[in-house]
């Protein structure tokens, strides 16, 4: 059996709650008060049976709020016995501090965990960094953001940070608990870190970093405060002296590498274990042949860039 309900925005703001997401309980909750599920607009209402039991879906600029979270998508089909809400097509969801989008999706009303495929991309919302892949997974509870295949983000303009998969811790930093920042940032597989020497407007040049394995450590106002690289780990980074001026590129190796900051700034550079390095004069500064073997320059890619938001 299926029906379908053609409805207004008010009429699915009250009706949906009942007949779509609350077959059985009042009070606006989803099998219990911690798992409330509100639905604040839809187009269409169904529901119906399948094999694997009954659905109710809502179609048509559907919007869902989860706590502080808001999920949008053209297409939603709740599957009670699951705990899970399937998202079809434009997928949105934000809270305070993150908003991510996908072609499809899961949410998970018990884990409030989401899942996202599909030409994934998202940001942080006080533009510190900004981020994209083909896969991605939100855990509210944890407060992670994993991000799978090909993934890459953009942090404070200049910082290109990419590898197989990026894992985002994020940290509350005030009291409410509604907002939040990056505290730190993993990189799992081809590791790799590149960021624009802002000193060197002509030739452009880029310090470099790779590691099958990196941890970036970042304090309350998104600067760096350290990255640590293992297995396999390079460096290649341009020097200076006290007044600023060029004193040419080091590149180093080994099994470990730990670089410090102040205030953003390179400070202390530490490399353990089966330790090579190099020195090249300045006239090798803008050189192509000294980048590291994975270097690649993609701010073309940056789903964000010269836009203020999504359609």
């Not at 009250?14 to 599920?37: D, G, R, S, V, W």
């Not at 939603?76 to 305070?96: P, S």
């Not at 600023?244 to 205030?263: A, C, E, Q, V, W």
């Amino acid at each position: 059996m299926r029906r379908v309900i053609s409805v207004t925005f008010l009429t699915a703001s009250i009706l949906a709650l009942q007949i779509i997401l609350l077959p059985t309980l009042n009070h606006n909750t989803l099998q219990a008060e911690k798992k409330k599920i509100i639905l604040q607009h839809a187009d269409i209402i169904e529901g119906g049976e399948t094999e694997a039991g009954s659905y109710r879906s809502i179609i048509g600029n559907v919007v869902l709020l989860h706590h502080n979270l808001t999920l949008k998508c053209d297409r939603a089909t709740n599957y009670e016995q699951e705990n899970k809400i399937v998202l079809t097509g434009n997928v949105f969801m934000t809270d305070n501090t993150v908003e991510i989008y996908g072609e499809n999706g899961v949410y998970y009303t018990d884990r409030q965990t989401g899942e996202l495929i599909g030409n994934v991309r998202g940001r942080m919302l006080d533009n510190s960094l900004v981020a994209k892949s083909k896969k991605a997974v939100v855990n509210k509870t944890t407060s992670q953001i994993w991000l799978y295949d090909d993934a890459i983000a953009w942090h404070d303009r200049h910082q290109q940070i990419n590898g197989d998969i990026i894992l985002l811790h994020l940290k509350e930093v005030d009291t409410s608990g509604k907002h939040k920042s990056i505290d730190e940032i993993q990189v799992h597989g081809n590791a790799f870190f590149a960021a624009q020497d802002t000193l060197s407007l002509s030739p452009i040049v880029y310090d470099q970093l790779s590691g099958k394995k990196m941890v970036i450590l970042l304090n309350d106002a998104s600067k760096i405060t350290g990255i640590t690289l293992t297995t396999q780990a390079e460096s290649l980074y341009h020097l200076y002296n006290n007044e600023r001026k060029p004193l040419g590129i080091n590149y180093s190796s080994g099994d470990m590498i730990r670089m410090f900051f102040t205030g953003g700034v390179l400070k202390r550079v530490k490399v353990t274990g089966n330790i090579e390095g190099k020195q090249y004069p300045e006239s090798f500064r803008g050189d192509k042949k000294i980048n590291l073997a994975k270097f690649a320059w993609r701010e073309k890619e940056n789903p964000f860039k010269q836009q203020k938001s999504l359609p």
